[in-house]
């Protein structure tokens, strides 16, 4: 159980373009969902909270209107880079923790997907 | 200083050998730790959950916190080849709340 999917699990886009990578909890519902970006050999830094039917809480330096979260259900959040450029080229993971679940259960993690841009 | 310090390695052990993987912190407030296993191109895979202080053990691993030095390390026992990953620590001080994570240890298991 508590599987989270991310689609899609590698892309390659234009500088200039913008990409969306979708997080789906498969067997879970959940009203929160976390976005990290991993840099190479570096640690997973959070770059936003993303909250069911609300705007989505970003960390220090990162760019809103850059990166567009929508967490439109609770079982799907969308990351949206837009007008990339090759600097954003990372691992994006997204996490999510299931809500029937007490707040002391972990997080459980997709298996990222890795931009690109050219 | 980094709220969590992890030695990137990379950790070289034969098969069979005891690992030890080891984070200290400098938030006091931290509570909740765990700790993640990642292969190359995937996302991390939760391997142990601790709260608070001691020490809980699951198969081959064994972590282990010490709040009161802000230090948790993960053994790994009697390790695999397939063991070879990097391991990446993580906590945080409120249930429910983003995790902060360690840069992450890769360690190779030699067969």
């Known amino acids: ?118 | 200083q980094k709220e969590v310090e992890q030695d990137p390695g990379p950790l070289s052990v034969p098969e069979g050998a005891i690992v030890s993987l080891n984070c200290t912190y400098s938030n006091s407030a931290f509570q909740y730790f765990m700790w993640y296993r990642q292969y190359s191109r995937k996302g991390p895979e939760l391997l142990m959950y601790t709260y608070s202080s001691g020490n809980k053990e699951d198969g081959r691993f064994t972590a282990q916190v010490d709040k009161s030095s802000k230090y948790i390390s993960l053994f790994i026992r009697d390790s695999q080849p397939s063991d070879s990953a990097t391991y990446l620590c993580a906590m945080s001080d409120q249930a429910g709340t983003a995790l902060i994570f360690g840069k992450g240890t890769t360690l190779s298991v030699s067969s």
């Open chain 1, 1 to 118: 159980g508590a599987v989270v999917s991310q689609h899609p699990s590698w892309v390659i886009c234009k500088s200039g373009t913008s990409v969306k990578i979708e997080c789906r909890s498969l067997d879970f519902q959940a009203t929160t969902m976390f976005w990290y970006r991993q840099f190479p050999k570096q640690s997973l830094m959070l770059m936003a909270t993303s909250n069911e039917g609300s705007k989505a809480t970003y960390e220090q330096g990162v760019e809103k209107d850059k990166f567009l979260i929508n967490h439109a259900s609770l079982t799907l959040s969308t990351l949206t880079v837009t007008s990339a450029h090759p600097e954003d080229s990372s691992f994006y993971i997204c996490s999510a923790r299931d809500v029937s679940r007490d707040l002391n259960s972990p997080l459980h993690f997709g298996n990222g997907t890795r931009l690109t841009v050219t």
